[in-house]
């Protein structure tokens, strides 16, 4: 029989003091992992606390945690890979059963859903992370189907035909955004562990910016909306320049019936070229919603070109 590859993927920018916990105690608890330490362009010792405690780097010298993450991928060869942020804030004793959740019932991606000791909001981040978080992750619920309750956990362990599925146009922290939306693209199957959640040390500031990478993990989550699901996308789009020719027209033509006149061209002529706004939107979605099938069934058909891990040699 042969065992599953393991490797313990950790992006990292400036965790001098953590990232050599991270890496002894995934080591603790998953003994047989390959551990890769991705190094962002750290400014301080990240890179050689991580090799003195036994992990590999790889050095991406482009910033963001998308690239970082990416970056290790593509280079990294596994059968399952655990992703997990270097700050210390993850418990590695989970691990273990969220692997053997991905190898025993062939789950693609199962992530380690945030929750503190006597706090099942995740009370030991700061109150605008859980805000955006809960307002993604609805997001997430609504627009892709995806049943899901910590959209943006940093903790997850997936497939190889998972990852290597993956396109990989992140940049930043939406790479958790885009890691869903492939999870719904392709039909992966999925689930959510429970897991502990630690706070930060002092000596370790966290790199998210609330209302800056909140922002950017928003529009990201619109412009997949938008690739993805573009027939629905633009119909939101054309509503407004409908309801807007609507409103214009509803006057005039009442106007006419009582006087058989139509005073306002310049108002008519606004409304037609509103409603004409909205039918050509309209159109552009159906057009883009076919071109949007075709990717999302090649993308299908990459997630199905990897074979699934077997234990049998």
Avoid at 216 to 236: H, N, Q, V, Y
């Amino acid at each position: 029989m042969r065992p599953p590859e393991i490797a313990v993927l950790v992006p990292c920018l400036d965790e001098a003091a953590t990232v050599g916990q991270v890496v002894d105690d995934f080591r603790k608890y998953i003994p047989q992992a390959r551990i890769v330490v991705a190094d962002n362009g750290s400014s301080d010792e990240t890179n050689k606390i991580a090799k003195s405690h036994g992990a590999q780097v790889i050095c991406e010298t482009r910033p963001g945690k998308g690239h970082a993450v990416c970056r290790m991928f593509a280079d990294v060869e596994a059968d399952f890979y655990v992703l997990v942020d270097g700050d210390g804030t993850y418990d590695a004793s989970a691990a273990p059963e969220m692997l053997q959740l991905a190898i025993r019932q062939s789950m693609d991606m199962v992530n380690g859903k945030r929750v503190t000791e006597g706090d099942s909001t995740g009370g030991e981040y700061r109150s605008g992370h859980r805000f955006g978080n809960e307002t993604l992750t609805n997001a997430f619920r609504k627009l892709f189907s995806l049943d899901i309750t910590d959209a943006l956990t940093g903790y997850r362990v997936m497939s190889k035909r998972f990852i290597k599925s993956f396109p990989g146009r992140s940049t930043g922290f939406e790479i958790e955004t885009d890691l869903n939306v492939h999870a719904a693209l392709t039909g992966a199957n999925y689930c959510e562990v429970p897991t502990k959640y630690i706070s930060r040390p002092s000596s370790s500031p966290s790199k998210l910016n609330t209302y800056k990478d909140g922002w950017r993990i928003s529009m990201r989550l619109f412009k997949l909306f938008r690739d993805f699901k573009p027939e629905s996308a633009f119909w939101m789009f054309a509503i407004p320049w409908f309801a807007f020719a609507a409103i214009a027209t509803i006057p005039i033509f009442i106007e006419y019936l009582e006087t058989g006149l139509v005073p306002r061209f310049p108002t008519l002529i606004m409304a037609a070229a509103a409603f004409i706004i909205g039918i050509n939107l309209v159109a552009a979605g159906w057009v883009i919603s076919r071109i949007a099938q075709v990717r999302t069934e090649e993308l299908r058909l990459s997630y199905l070109a990897t074979p699934a891990y077997s234990a049998e040699p």
